[in-house]
């Protein structure tokens, strides 16, 4: 069988991205929490957000680490796999790419190192001068990146000259027409991924009963949050929905598994998209809410997917599934948000096991969520890399062999689970030390200003008999 | 083209930052690259906090390369990437493998010989692959159309082995001079033992790339032959810098072997910048065939020129704050 590079770069580059992708998702809404915190602190004096601060600084610090290291790849991916797209649209993507990593470096440079080793060493408002900048430079990270892709998949304010594209309106190319809804459905997921995950951390330290107050506390508070935002995600989806069945109707087609334009078009619950014959396969449908979704009418009319030429139909069956697979899991956390505030009652919801159970494992489905939408728009962008104007085919770059795309593909999986793996049995570490850990002073001088040093937590086996013995004495180091 | 020159600033800035990439991420590769050869383990603590603060943001100046290639001359990061696609895996992977080392070997106990493997390893290799990314560039592209359309192993020749090897010298070099600048006792003692063993390969490797580069580039012979009075001045202060270092060294002075060996590696640089200039992509494509459109060029400036003094003035600042020697037993772990 002959080897594709285009469908290899395809995979390489989604293998890269959705990894490097999974830190940054979290950094961001885990920054604001982290703000969020300091300003408690700032206020009420309470030393309570203080400790809880620090422990998710810790975490912080290990996930930035890993999102930086990942990017470095990423930075290089557009010239090795994608030279001709690179060449194309470097007029703009250039400048995108460029401005993303200076606003990173710049957060680095001016106020990562006073979170992670300013502590006490700075006033308080500085302190949280420092955590509210960094939450709000790693939105403005988003704004570059998120723009670039938008304009991937509505591309606005340019011309054609001679096969390369020149900008000539930069705010038509940068608030294209879907980056307004990208944007914020894209940072709303990282909130919510945020949300979750101290949710889960929390739950599961409630349920060893280990620094109860601080937790429930955590717990309370990002309940609040998913409470607020899981509703407010879906509606936001809804309205980017409706942005794409603007501007790329085969795309909302392909994410219903609609063939067939028509009115009164049912939502499909299941269904096995059959892209050979054009058609579904099986079908569980709830009639007419397809068209309601869509249209906001009863018989309104749904693009089908047999509109747009057979070869520049985006594969139906993953756009569909990955999409609902999103949905899904919105809905259980929207579930979960109005069990929350059910359980509130009493105080419930911080002392059901089964209520922290189920949250504990709801921390990695935020990942799947986005993951999932990323893959439901991107793959629905297929076979374009520009929409409508450059092809994935016309963008690969043109020496590319399959042979040199695999070795890469293999490379790339066999680093990144070596790598990452320490990251990740790391990160575990750290959260099974949790807030008892109170580390010793080390003078300011005599510490790195890096991300990954932000963090205290031995990497093997030696700290562990430690805190195991405390957690069999019960509470340890008494409670707040 | 207007009052001012867009490609010659983005040139500019372009080639400081590759300069300062190769200089500050240099000394950290080096340390990684004689990991190996250190007397001790307690050396091996002491090396690697001399960089560990340092080295991240050593690095963020290659990522800004890339994006910086990308936005002003778009041609470069094109034709260079598709044409060294295995050896910028190998890179990257290296960088990978000695960044996470950084971070985990000061927590890690019993899986610290590991962490060790992956710092010298992932440093050494690079080191070589950055080596070859310079030999590729003196020999040129095989390019038809602004398209790469040579093989994969096209990058990898004698000559770019050579260069591999000789860049990883150099590192080595700079390196243990900026040992003997941090360290003190018997790891300083070691560091200026192999200094003049380590300027002697650079050297020869350095002779050695001269006399072929002529033959491996019809541009470089005609004008190192007719520019020979003007161009020649570069490789003699090279030279120069070199003796200086062996010289210090015999004096014991701690301070200058390293300096010389920024300068040997300045003098070096700009000795291929004249020997190629304008050509970007050679042998066809000069700087200009490269750019990409001025207002993109423009609207990038912007921002950069108020950002990277910034992060220069942050970079002097940790360099500041981490001066004077790193003693054993002393550090974060």
Redesign the interface.
């Known amino acids: 069988m002959e080897l594709d590079p285009v469908l290899l770069s395809r995979i390489q580059f989604a293998f890269v991205v959705s990894f490097h992708a999974i830190f940054p998702v979290f950094t961001i809404g885990l920054a604001s929490f982290i703000a969020f915190l300091e300003g408690l602190r700032l206020r009420t004096g309470n030393p309570l957000y203080e400790r809880l601060s620090k422990f998710w600084i810790e975490v912080f610090a290990v996930v930035f ?1 890993m999102g ?2 990942s ?3 990423m ?2 991916q ?3 796999n994608w ?2 797209f ?2 194309a649209t ?6 995108m ?6 606003t990173a ?2 957060l ?3 106020f990562l190192g006073v979170l992670l080793f300013g502590r006490g060493k700075v006033p308080p408002g500085v302190f949280f001068f420092a955590a509210l900048m960094v939450a709000v430079g790693t939105m403005i990270s988003t704004f570059w990146i998120l723009s670039a892709n938008s304009w991937m998949h509505t591309p606005g304010g340019f011309e054609i000259r001679d096969g ?1 594209f ?2 000539v309106a ?1 705010s038509e190319a940068i608030f294209n027409a879907s980056f307004p809804w990208r944007f914020l459905h894209m940072v709303m997921a990282s909130f919510l991924t945020g949300a979750l995950v101290v949710c889960a951390v929390s739950a599961w330290f409630l349920l060893r009963n280990r620094e109860v107050e601080a937790h429930r506390r955590a717990l309370s508070m990002s309940l609040w949050m998913l409470l607020f935002l899981a509703p407010a995600q879906a509606v936001v989806g809804d309205f980017h929905g409706l942005n794409t069945l603007e501007h790329q109707p085969v795309k909302v087609a392909a994410m219903e598994g609609n063939w067939e334009r028509a009115g009164g078009v049912p939502l499909l619950l299941f269904a096995l998209p059959d892209q050979a014959n054009q058609t579904n396969r099986f079908e569980v449908g709830i009639p007419y809410l397809a068209s309601l979704i869509l249209t906001h009418e009863l018989g309104g009319e749904v693009p089908g997917i047999n509109e747009t030429a057979v070869e520049e139909q985006p594969p139906v069956a993953i756009v569909f599934w990955s999409f609902r697979v999103m949905v899904a899991i919105g809905l259980l956390m929207i579930a979960f948000a109005i069990t929350g505030l059910i359980l509130r009652r009493g105080g419930q919801y911080w002392q059901k096991p089964w209520f922290l159970k189920g949250l504990t494992y709801m921390g990695i489905t935020p990942f799947i969520a986005v993951l999932a939408g990323w893959i439901t728009t991107e793959v629905g962008r297929s076979p374009w890399l520009v929409f409508g104007e450059m092809t994935q085919a016309q963008g690969v ?5 399959g ?2 795309a695999l ?2 593909l293999i ?2 999986v066999v ?1 990144y689970a070596m ?1 990452f793996t ?2 990740i049995y ?1 990160l575990t570490r750290i959260f099974k030390a949790g807030l008892e850990t109170e580390h010793t002073a ?1 003078p ?10 932000g ?1 205290h ?6 700290q562990e008999s430690d805190f195991r013995g405390s957690e069999q004495g019960g509470t340890p180091h008494g409670t707040l | 083209m207007g009052p001012f020159d867009l490609n010659l600033i983005w040139a500019g800035i372009i080639a400081f930052g590759i300069i300062m990439y190769v200089l500050m991420d240099g000394f950290d590769l080096g340390v990684g690259i004689l990991f190996p050869f250190a007397p001790d383990n307690d050396a091996r603590d002491v090396m690697m906090n001399s960089v ?6 050593n ?2 100046w ?3 390369g ?3 290639l ?3 001359f ?2 470069v ?7 060294l ?2 050896g ?2 190998l890179m ?2 290296g ?3 000695r ?2 080392a ?3 070997r ?6 610290r010989y590991l962490w060790d493997w992956s710092f010298a390893g992932g440093s050494s290799l690079a080191a070589f692959a950055q080596g070859a990314v310079v030999g590729s560039y003196i020999e040129g592209y095989n390019t038809v159309d ?7 192993f096209d990058w990898l020749t004698p000559f770019t082995v050579l260069t591999g090897f000789g860049l990883m010298a150099g590192y080595a070099l700079l390196g243990s001079t900026w040992i003997i600048m941090k360290s003190e006792g018997y790891i300083q003692r070691w560091a200026y033992r192999i200094t003049p063993y380590l300027v002697m390969v650079v050297l020869g490797v350095f002779a050695i790339i001269s006399l072929w580069t002529p033959f491996v580039d019809e541009l470089v012979q005609h004008r190192w032959l007719s520019y020979f009075h003007i161009i020649g001045i570069l490789p003699t202060l090279a030279v120069l810098c070199a003796w200086k270092i062996i010289h210090y060294v015999r004096k014991r002075q701690e301070g200058v072997p390293f300096v010389a060996t920024m300068g040997m590696f300045v003098f070096t640089f700009l000795g291929l910048l004249v020997s190629k200039w304008p050509y970007v992509v050679p042998p066809n494509y000069t700087l200009y065939d490269a750019a ?2 001025p ?2 060029q423009l ?2 400036l912007v ?2 020129l108020f ?1 990277v003094p ?2 220069v003035a ?2 002097a600042w ?1 360099y500041w ?2 001066r004077g020697k790193v003693r054993v037993g ?3 772990h």
Do not use: C
């Open positions: 680490g930086v290291v990017g470095i790849v930075s290089f557009f010239g090795t030279s001709n690179a060449q470097a007029n703009f993507m250039g400048p790419l460029s401005y993303e990593v200076l470096f710049f680095e440079a001016a390369t020149h900008i930069w770059t043109p020496s590319l062999t042979g040199m070795f890469t490379g790339y680093v790598v320490a990251g790391y080390i300011q001088v005599e510490r790195p200003k890096r991300p990954l040093s963090s937590v031995s990497f093997d086996d030696d | 560990a603060p340092v080295w991240d943001g690095e963020t290659l990522i800004l890339g994006a910086g990308l936005a002003a778009p041609l990061y094109s034709i260079i990437l598709p044409a696609y295995i910028v895996f990257l992977a960088l990978i493998f960044g996470v950084f971070e985990f000061f927590k890690a106990k019993s899986s602004k398209v790469f359309v040579g093989g994969p990409s459109a207002e993109s609207f990038l921002g950069l950002v910034v992060v942050y970079t940790s704050i981490f002393e550090g974060y």
